[in-house]
């Protein structure tokens, strides 16, 4: 009896998927839980794993195609190798040669990593990684990526789902919303000679170190309880105002920016908040997030700092109305009691919706963060 390979529920935002490899070709045998095919959604990569042991029959869709959820992708049949074999009418009547073969583990590595080094030609037991799997990043450090000097040519690469979609989404979001930015900057003094004192004992009692991340997190839900529009979203001609936290860090992943949620953020610690950024980000950067860890999201904030990035204006993830920018810290000469002194500076930027947001709350809002980051002993009492 045959069983159907279907694409799997993934989450009621994710409809479709592209089939982005067949880790299996049809006449081999599989066991059970072994996984059969990656496919491309335009938030995760899944793998759907064989739910019996057998041999797997027909392929009903090839590398590269869209298929819906509940879409049949191939079957998986009862018997062996040799009865499939049998069962085509293949009948050996003399060995002329024997070939022996020697079965070799499979390389860990993200899927993005094994595409990558299909597409490079790169053998993945060649590639070097400080990681449990190999990523994108190591494949492409192996294999290089600048061209060849002088060269005009160019080359096509089909856009991944993930890339789509952010490219729909962003032109979606600014036709759909009343989007201003306003700016601040802010005097990371205090803050940085805080870290400074404490990096090694909070490192030493928690096992992560206190960055940055935690104080904004901190200091933007402070602000959020404050001013409560910058935490809603519009449903058709209601505001619907939400009376949890749960914010969104945006990162740079191989396949575009994702932004992974931490989920009632303000009930979490300094320390949960470092432990559980720096869980996502390395989750994001083996491209192992899950659906669950990128729904939702009340509030973003994105740090195009750590890129260098000065200032800019980040566009709105929908269907929030806020979200807050970072940039790098910066020296730069600032008047303080009449005196003109260097301090480290960072601009902040945040873009809000003006159809519910009016500018006076967006730009107290930011106030708010620059006064509790400036003095952030205030967060542990806010």
């Not at 449990?132 to 856009?159: A, L, Y």
């Not at 600014?174 to 802010?186: D, I, K, R, S």
Request: hydrophobic share 40%.
């Amino acid at each position: 009896m045959s069983v159907k390979i279907v694409v799997p529920e993934m989450g009621e935002s994710v409809v479709d998927a592209r089939i982005r490899r067949w880790l299996k070709k049809a006449g081999d045998v599989v066991t059970v839980g072994e996984p059969l095919v990656e496919l491309e959604t335009d938030k995760v990569d899944v793998e759907v794993s064989a739910s019996k042991s057998g041999v797997l029959g027909a392929i009903a869709h090839a590398e590269g195609a869209d298929v819906k959820i509940g879409e049949v992708l191939g079957t998986i049949e009862e018997g062996t190798a040799t009865d499939t074999s049998k069962s085509r009418g293949s009948e050996v009547t003399e060995v002329t040669e024997v070939t022996e073969v020697t079965e070799v583990a499979e390389v860990p590595a993200t899927p993005s990593a094994r595409r990558e080094a299909r597409e490079k030609n790169v053998p993945l037991a060649s590639v070097k990684t400080d990681g449990p799997r190999i990523t994108r990043d190591d494949v492409r450090k192996d294999s290089g990526t600048s061209g060849t000097s002088g060269s005009r040519s160019v080359s096509r690469e089909r856009m991944s789902r993930r890339r789509a979609t952010i490219a729909k989404r962003l032109v979606e979001v600014q036709a759909t919303a009343a989007m201003l930015t306003t700016f601040n900057e802010v005097d990371m003094s205090a803050v940085m000679a805080l870290r400074e004192r404490q990096k090694q004992a909070f490192k030493d009692r928690h096992g992560v170190g206190l960055g940055f991340s935690s104080f904004f997190v901190k200091a933007t839900i402070a602000a959020l309880r404050e001013f409560p529009r910058l935490n809603a979203e519009i449903d058709g001609d209601e505001m619907v105002l939400k009376h949890f936290y749960d914010i969104g860090i945006a990162v740079g992943a191989a396949e575009g920016l994702v932004v992974p949620v931490l989920r009632d953020a303000d009930q979490m610690s300094f320390a949960g908040i470092e432990q559980q950024i720096r869980d996502l980000a390395i989750k994001a950067k083996e491209n192992t997030l899950a659906l669950d860890d990128l729904r939702g999201g009340t509030f973003t904030i994105t740090n195009g700092g750590v890129f260098g990035s000065l200032m800019s204006t980040p566009i709105l993830n929908p269907p929030q109305v806020g979200i807050l920018g970072l940039h790098a810290i910066k020296e730069r000469p600032i008047g303080v009691n009449g005196q003109v002194v260097l301090r480290p500076m960072m601009y902040t930027a945040l873009t809000y919706d003006h159809r519910i947001v009016d500018g006076s709350e967006a730009v107290r809002f930011l106030v708010r963060i620059k006064e509790l980051i400036e003095d952030p002993g205030v967060l542990l009492i806010a």
